[in-house]
């Protein structure tokens, strides 16, 4: 069986999304499936950005937990962006992959999975 990549991001949207945001967010995609092979996590993140639009309603905004499954020492983090972002798509979403890392780390600091840092997993999204 293949091991899960350490980081990895994914996107649920319609056909209406900005443009921009969904090329942002697609960019992010590339990067972090680019760079994040053979990173070494206490925990593995998977970052998903629910995109809304015509079809779909996104009811929050920014990132929230999702459901951790233990047996695959995988966290699931969803960022909600009910609306494209006023200004630079690319930036917005930079943003809120690092508030979701950062989410992830305080959930690992609460289960006592690692001493709170996915340093490896922040530097991996830093330099996308």
Same mark, same amino acid.
């Given at each position: 069986?293949?091991?899960? &990549?350490?980081?990895?991001?994914?996107?649920?949207?319609?056909?209406?999304?900005?443009?921009?945001?969904d090329?942002?967010?697609?960019?992010l995609?590339i990067?972090?499936?680019?760079?994040?092979?053979?990173?070494?996590?206490?925990?593995n993140?998977?970052?998903?950005?629910?995109? *809304?639009?015509?079809?779909?309603?996104?009811?929050?905004?920014? &990132?929230r937990?999702?459901?951790?499954?233990?047996?695959?020492?995988?966290?699931?983090?969803?960022? *909600?962006?009910?609306?494209? &972002?006023e200004?630079?798509?690319?930036?917005?979403?930079?943003?809120?992959?690092?508030?979701?890392?950062?989410?992830?780390?305080?959930?690992?600091?609460?289960?006592?999975?690692?001493? *709170?840092?996915l340093?490896?997993?922040r530097a991996?999204?830093?330099?996308?």
């Amino acid at each position: 069986m293949d091991r899960l &990549p350490a980081l990895s991001v994914g996107v649920v949207n319609d056909l209406s999304v900005d443009r921009d945001l969904d090329r942002a967010v697609t960019d992010l995609m590339i990067h972090i499936e680019d760079h994040a092979e053979g990173v070494e996590s206490p925990l593995n993140v998977n970052v998903v950005f629910y995109l *809304g639009g015509e079809e779909l309603e996104v009811d929050w905004e920014g &990132p929230r937990l999702g459901r951790y499954s233990k047996k695959e020492n995988t966290l699931l983090v969803q960022v *909600g962006v009910p609306n494209p &972002p006023e200004g630079d798509a690319d930036g917005f979403v930079a943003t809120q992959m690092r508030a979701a890392i950062g989410e992830a780390e305080e959930f690992a600091q609460r289960r006592g999975l690692s001493s *709170g840092s996915l340093e490896a997993l922040r530097a991996v999204a830093e330099n996308a």
